[in-house]
């Protein structure tokens, strides 16, 4: 029988879009070098490419075709309470719709244990952005999903985000500056 991880899993190697759980909120995915599927992305949310995506993996090396970091440098170990995604230099050619109009890229390491065994699975990153349109309330449970993405996406994970609550504090990694503050 086969898991919803898996059949997640199926889904993005075979170009699709899912939404899952992560940390804080569900999530948008896909797999970034399906370009297909990350236009269908901004898309379905209405998202301007100018500002990018961000990429969860569940552990940095399946970061680091993507990421460039200075010598010496490492992405902090994931905090499940309090997650942050880190800007980071791109390593080159990171295509401009996972990157937006932006020099780095925002990466993290998700301590969701769906999102982790996804990323897992599909020994990739996966692109995450919030399930929601743009300016929109992110959905806050599946039968919110099912009502707003049945049609748009090609699979609904199961499942539960945690153990944070809301999205994700987005900070640049060489100053620790705060671009978005945790949200709740």
């Not at 699709?16 to 999530?27: D, N």
């Not at 010598?71 to 996972?98: C, M, Q, S």
Request: glycine residues 10%; charged residues 20%; proline residues 9%.
């Amino acid at each position: 029988m086969t898991t919803p991880a898996e059949k997640a899993a199926e889904v993005l190697r075979g170009g699709g879009v899912i939404t899952y759980p992560t940390e804080g909120v569900f999530g948008l995915g896909c797999l970034p070098r399906e370009h297909a599927a990350v236009q269908r992305i901004l898309d379905i949310k209405q998202r301007d490419s100018s500002k990018g995506l961000i990429l969860i993996a569940a552990d940095a090396a399946l970061l680091d075709d993507w990421i460039d970091l200075p010598a010496g440098t490492r992405l902090p170990d994931p905090d499940p309470e309090n997650p942050r995604t880190w800007v980071v230099p791109a390593a080159k050619g990171v295509p401009a719709t996972i990157r937006g109009n932006n020099e780095g890229i925002a990466v993290r390491i998700t301590s969701n244990p769906i999102a982790g065994e996804l990323s897992k699975l599909v020994r990739s990153p996966i692109v995450s952005t919030s399930a929601n349109l743009s300016g929109q309330t992110v959905a806050a449970d599946t039968e919110c999903l099912r009502r707003q993405f049945e049609g748009l996406v090609d699979y609904i994970v199961p499942g539960d985000c945690g153990p944070s609550s809301g999205p994700s504090e987005i900070r640049i990694l060489t100053t620790g500056a705060v671009l978005r503050p945790r949200q709740r």
